[in-house]
């Protein structure tokens, strides 16, 4: 027998708070009641307390006031605050661990951290300087051993039309008999070669063919994303003056330095009298780590298989066509490469334990991945409560990422409202924070009903928009001040309403 849920208990008009006060109040009630009260892991929520005071581990919470809250703290806790708060993994360490390492001396690289992007790069720059001189324990390098299971890629299929400025692809990947399983809001990790392209080109940069050296930059270094202790290594070794200081100053991230968003072949070829001995030069560069991509599909629905929507990246810079490292390998190499390793990163990234408490879903571009997972999730699961889709993208006629099934998802009511925005079909660009402010009212109706509201996507400005159209919401919506928006922000975050899943 199914138990009867209690009323969500709202605080009356004539109880002695302000309209303010109350809004709060009901909206924390909601949490409560309609479907956050179930227990929750710090692996579930990203704001969860953890064991020990750290109280900007909370990735709602900008990069100023992390560094307020751990200000006069040690060391390692004010790097922790600099970090992303995410807890991703693409630095190969969680923010606390790589924190720990960067100040034990067993880290020198102060540009892991993908979320925190370059303001976290400054910031633990600043607090390296300030920091003692703590012996570097040396880097080495031996080949990777890849872990995870295999898998292999079954299809590759575009999302985007032809006239479109992106190329987005549904990727189908075979789990064989891996054994692997997922949940909606899974990433899936995959060990991917760089491009044999831009390795020979680099090898002969380096000026040998070495078998060895050319397996060690197919498949265990990453020869994209050169480290600040690389470029510190060939400022050391050039010999001209001119191309020292500029290897320097782009390894203290000033504002001009070019060649800027260099791979390894950039620097040998803008630098070439900084040529260290190559033993040197290997054990500088990162490992070349496993790309994390966020799951598309539900495996009630594809047993044997992931989806994933991902963004082929292209560029031409400096007269020369680069490839995403994981993208363009799927785009274009995956399908005749055979099985590759994989593996299953399970997330705090979590639909309600309660069907019935509604969703929004903020998911614009390439986000809409782990959102076709929930939907496809409620739909296997004869779920038609209240869930509410955001998605923006470039043009409706060639970027409307799965169209026809979020329209099949509509009518059928496994999804109630689908609003979108196309940032270039008018003059005025348009943006899913957009849609939010036109329909704050609805928007708080449902967030003081208790929904858990989810964004995805980019992290350097669409996280940040909706972040700042949900505070403003909570200003005009719900009446509350700055300060009161911004403790209701946490709030949510801290019962498991509010994640993020950005990068």
Same mark, same amino acid.
């Given at each position: ?23 709060? =109040? ?15 892991? &710090? ?25 307020? !809250? ?42 892991? *951290? ?6 976290? #790069?400054?910031?633990?720059?600043? !607090?390296?300087?300030?920091?003692? &001189? ?32 992106? /190329? ?63 470029? /510190? ?13 500029? =290897? ?32 040197? =030069? ?26 994933? *929507? ?21 785009? /274009? ?84 409202? !689908? ?28 967030? #003081? ?55």
């Amino acid at each position: 027998m199914n138990a009867v849920t209690p009323p969500i208990p709202l605080i009356p008009e004539n109880a002695p708070f302000s309209p303010a006060q109350r809004a709060w =109040l009901n909206g924390f009630l909601a949490g409560l009641y309609g479907g956050g009260t179930q227990p929750m892991s &710090v692996a579930q929520s990203p704001a969860a307390e953890p064991d020990e005071d750290l109280p900007w581990h909370d990735p709602v919470l900008e990069l100023p006031e992390r560094l307020a !809250l751990a200000e006069n703290r040690p060391l390692p806790q004010r790097l922790m605050a600099a970090m992303g708060q995410l807890d991703c993994g693409q630095c190969g360490y969680m923010c606390q661990t790589y924190a720990a390492a960067l100040a034990e001396g067993h880290e020198s690289s102060i540009s892991l *951290c993908v979320p925190g992007a370059k303001p976290t #790069q400054l910031a633990l720059k600043r !607090l390296m300087a300030e920091a003692p &001189v703590l012996p570097q324990v040396a880097a080495t390098h031996a080949p990777t051993v890849p872990t995870g299971r295999d898998v292999r890629v079954l299809a590759v299929e575009p999302l985007t039309g032809q006239g479109s400025s992106k /190329d987005v692809r549904h990727v189908a990947v075979d789990l064989l008999d891996s054994g692997l399983t997922y949940a909606p809001g899974d990433s899936l990790s995959i060990a991917v070669p760089n491009d044999p392209a831009l390795v020979e080109a680099t090898l002969a940069a380096l000026g040998t063919n070495d078998h060895t050296v050319r397996a060690a930059l197919t498949n265990d270094l990453d020869i994209a994303r050169p480290l600040d202790r690389t470029l /510190d290594l060939l400022a050391g070794a050039a010999v001209h003056p001119r191309q020292a200081a500029a =290897l320097r100053a782009l390894s203290d991230g000033e504002t001009g330095a070019e060649p800027a968003d260099a791979d390894l072949l950039d620097l040998l070829q803008a630098f070439p009298s900084a040529r260290p001995p190559l033993p040197d =030069l290997l054990r500088s560069l990162p490992q070349l780590r496993p790309r994390l991509y966020s799951i598309a599909s539900s495996q009630r629905v594809t047993p044997r298989e992931v989806h994933l *929507c991902v963004a082929v990246v292209r560029d031409t810079r400096r007269g020369r066509l680069r490839h995403g490292v994981a993208s363009g390998f799927l785009a /274009d190499r995956a399908i005749a490469h055979g099985p590759i390793r994989a593996s299953i990163q399970t997330s705090h990234f979590r639909l309600p334990a309660d069907p019935r408490t509604h969703v929004i879903m903020c998911g614009p571009g390439t986000g809409i991945a782990p959102f076709r997972a929930f939907l496809q999730e409620r739909a296997a699961c004869g779920i038609k409560g209240r869930a509410w889709l955001l998605f923006g993208e470039r043009q409706r006629t060639h970027d409307f990422l799965y169209e026809a099934e979020l329209k099949a998802w509509l009518a059928d009511g496994t999804l109630s409202r !689908l609003d979108v925005a196309f940032s270039r079909d008018q003059a005025k660009k348009d943006y899913v924070q957009h849609r939010m402010a036109e329909n704050a009212a609805d928007l708080w109706r449902w967030l #003081q009903d208790g929904a858990h509201f989810y964004v995805c996507g980019d992290a350097t400005r669409m996280a940040r928009d909706v972040d700042a159209a949900l505070r403003h919401i909570a200003m005009t919506e719900g009446k509350l001040d700055e300060g009161q928006a911004r403790d209701w922000i946490v709030a949510l975050a801290r019962q498991g309403r509010y994640q993020r899943d950005i990068y």
